[in-house]
């Protein structure tokens, strides 16, 4: 559980580091820079946030779907499984 | 199991439509067709791409994956879910 | 030029937006919400970017790219072709 | 424009790969291959499409785009402005 918080922590703190940057590129909107420029930075954040994503993915794995996937509930194991499939569709079309 | 073979026999046929589809677009190109025109192509072979693995990896997640999570052998079971990961992780790249 | 400040006001506003919707994942994120609830919101975050990405893109193939094509500096229209191409493949990437 | 008609052959040859690839995706799910690694056969086929569709785009910019921002017809040039912040937008969403 102390693994799971710490998880959250990590993520949190790169959620911080990607409002700061979505700042940076108000900025350089105001400041009217480089249309390619902006266009790059909103990018990278675009891989920050693939990044986030992963690893929130990753400890659902390792934690709700498991207990779901072991458990006796056939639903609850069936939608757990579909909102992966659901996830990885919508990751697809990003 | 003739469940598993039906999604499979369903995914061939998905396929065999994508290969017909990328000739086409060949015949495009041989033809120097409007570029436009075959961006949108390959973008419609890619969203079609994208169909295919999500009806693969649905039917990975209600076999394979729920066999080894369910099972005795706990380094079998990380293997299948940072799997599942890592095919996220690509889709968020592609 | 006035369109074009428009153009950046409507952008700065969405990217505020934006970062509220971050602010908005970190609580969730805090309060330990349903992992795939957040990586839904994320997915509409990256969703939203696409879009502020397309409208700065719009603006600037009308605007510096147009310039730039139209100038006699073949060195400088080759670079703002080539960045074209450049965000054309990340954007495949991510 | 034989380098035009170049690019096309190579663009023609990697299609030729990417449709071989395909056949060999077919095999493995006759063969009843393991998902996961169908799956990461599919991502490298979006990949190869990915550079197939950078490689038309770039061609076009240089010839078409160009010759339409620098004509005389100020319609023409909005639309093929307007048809790469269309395929840009649609890459986003792959």
Known sequence: MSALEHDHRETIQRLKTVEGHIRGIQKM?????????????????????NKISTI???????????????????QERQRVLREITEVFETANKL
Do not use: F, R
């Not at 400041?31 to 675009?46: L, R, T």
């Not at 993915?57 to 509930?73: E, F, I, P, Q, S």
């Open 56 to 74: 929130i993915l990753d400890g659902h794995l390792n934690t709700c779907l498991t207990t779901a996937v072991k458990g006796d509930d056939p």
């Open 29 to 49: 909107l105001e400041n009217d820079q480089y249309c390619i420029d902006i266009i790059q930075q909103i990018q990278a954040v675009q891989s920050a946030l």
